[in-house]
């Protein structure tokens, strides 16, 4: 399930220009800032580098995203959005 939200549009937008080593990158961080009560969420997660997508596959990936829980005030897709310009800066000082 795509979340439906501006947010996670824009992530999907930025993720199509970057490489697939930043896409796995951005999915693990996402995953890892999606909140854990019985671990469906993190679960359900799913990053596909060959269609740069990171896909909430849960019912409730809207709200998560949203900031309905305590454990990601800020959902996951804005942390990550921000955090791509750090991987991306790494992936380009490695070069």
Known sequence: MKIDTRQF????KEMKNI???AVKQAGAFFKASTPKDTGNARRNTRTDPSRKQIRAEYSYASRLDSGWSKQAPAGMSEPTIAKLDDIIDDIVGRL
């Open 9 to 12: 549009d824009k992530l999907v």
């Open 19 to 21: 490489p697939d080593e």
